[in-house]
């Protein structure tokens, strides 16, 4: 009976979340990447290259960083529901906005705008999960709603490459079409946030008393037994563990967002239309849902995170090194070792969100996931930075992907650093 109970709250809870979570994430990332596809003709059109482009494409993360502890300090105080609402709403609107870039400085103020739109969702979101979720089930959903918000890497690409198609169309270029197109859908999503989303437990009627009692008791359980569950936002993220937790996302990051936004421009050096380059960024998108879903349920399953956390790490920068050796040799070896990475960095990402969330305690978990995530995305302005700076001293996208391969191996070996640093709870306990 017991386990019946758990089972059907549980999937309640995912039911009633993870869809418009994950579709969030979806649009979320769909309108952070988007622009590397309209940078196939948006480049030319703007006057930019490879290095103004990483520049603008970067400047989201300026923003992004900067307002991240503001955010997540004022969703403590209006609660998730509304908040993710505003900044859905908010977002679409930046992202739309875009389409009004004529240069080089028009451009980098569109990104800047849209990363401080963006920045209080996804450590909002990390926290959410910590509210609903126990540690036995907030691997799966956090695999579930990043494979979901992963799915944005399938349809970017198509859906971006053929409004591309659509240039001259009311006198609006292509690229234009490309951010007015896919920033509309954020502000629907923002409509149904009010009514699907609630702050705790205790508002969710559709429960049933049973549920929600359970629920609520295990969540106050774990919050209890944190290790950090009386320290304090300012010295949980100057703790030795945290800082390097931060390094190992900031050093990954550097793969995400190295790849994320030349994957277009490198497939484009090997002669591809601008439709056959975007359907083909599906294939590493497919591989990174597989990675996640994958190594998430893994972990979960085996209450193992160190392992499943390093071993993906390995086999994403393994794979960056592999399709910096193919560019210019052939595009089916690149593609696969894009893919390759792709699924191991993206398998990666929901098992790290394990380690922070089991060392913080309630007081310190919004802060310090803001502040991991927020110099983490640092690599989302420097890793286009140095891509792009890179690819114009050598002349190819070779060298920045060694380098970007390199990184993400360091971030691997630096795991299990910080778990000998302060014991963190990584195995999951078995009910009784």
Same mark, same amino acid.
């Given at each position: ?139 799966? #959903? ?36 490309? *951010? ?7 502000? #629907? ?71 994320? *936004? ?13 439709? #056959? ?156």
């Amino acid at each position: 009976m017991a386990l019946a109970l758990k089972a059907s709250t549980m999937r309640k809870v995912a039911w009633r979340f993870l869809p418009l979570l994950g579709f969030c994430y979806c649009i979320n990332v769909l309108d952070r990447f988007n622009v590397s596809i309209a940078a196939l003709t948006m480049n030319k059109a703007l006057g930019l290259s490879a290095t103004t482009y990483g520049l603008g494409a970067g400047a989201f993360f300026w923003s992004y960083v900067l307002f991240q502890m503001p955010a997540n300090a004022a969703l403590s105080r209006v609660g998730a529901r509304r908040w993710i609402t505003l900044i859905a709403a908010a977002w679409g609107l930046c992202s739309a906005g875009t389409a009004l870039a004529t240069g080089v400085v028009t451009f980098v103020i569109a990104r800047f705008l849209l990363g401080m739109a963006e920045a209080g969702f996804f450590p909002g979101i990390a926290y959410f999960m910590t509210c609903w979720f126990p540690s036995r089930w907030r691997g799966r #959903a956090m695999g579930v709603f990043f494979a979901i918000g992963a799915s944005a890497g399938i349809v970017v690409g198509p859906i971006s490459a053929n409004l591309l198609r659509l240039d001259g169309w009311f006198g609006i270029a292509g690229w234009q079409w490309v *951010f007015l197109v896919e920033g509309l859908p954020t502000l #629907a999503l923002a409509a149904m946030c009010p009514f699907v989303l609630r702050d705790s437990p205790s508002d969710a009627a559709w429960l049933t008393a049973t549920e929600r009692g359970w629920l609520e008791a295990k969540l106050q359980t774990e919050r209890d037994a944190a290790i950090g569950r009386h320290l304090p936002t300012a010295r949980a993220i100057i703790s030795p563990q945290l800082v390097i937790l931060t390094a190992i996302q900031l050093l990954t990051g550097f793969g995400v967002y190295g790849k994320g *936004f030349f994957l277009p421009l490198i497939l484009k050096t090997f002669g591809f239309t601008n439709v #056959a380059v975007g359907y083909l960024t599906s294939v590493p998108a497919l591989a990174g849902i597989a990675g996640m879903i994958l190594f998430s349920q893994s972990s979960d399953r085996t209450g193992e995170r160190v392992w499943h956390l390093v071993v993906p790490l390995l086999i994403g920068g393994f794979g960056l090194l592999l399709a910096g050796a193919a560019i210019g040799t052939g595009a089916p070896l690149a593609i696969a070792a894009f893919a390759l990475a792709a699924f191991g960095i993206s398998g990666s990402l929901p098992v790290f969100w394990n380690l922070p969330t089991a060392f913080l305690g309630v007081s310190a978990a919004a802060g310090g996931i803001a502040f991991i995530n927020s110099v983490g995305n640092i690599s989302g302005y420097a890793a286009p930075q140095l891509v792009g700076l890179l690819h114009d001293v050598s002349g190819s996208y070779r060298m920045p992907m060694f380098v970007m391969g390199m990184m993400v191996i360091v971030a691997g070996v630096l795991v299990p650093m910080a778990t000998r640093l302060r014991p963190v709870p990584t195995a999951i306990a078995q009910e009784a």
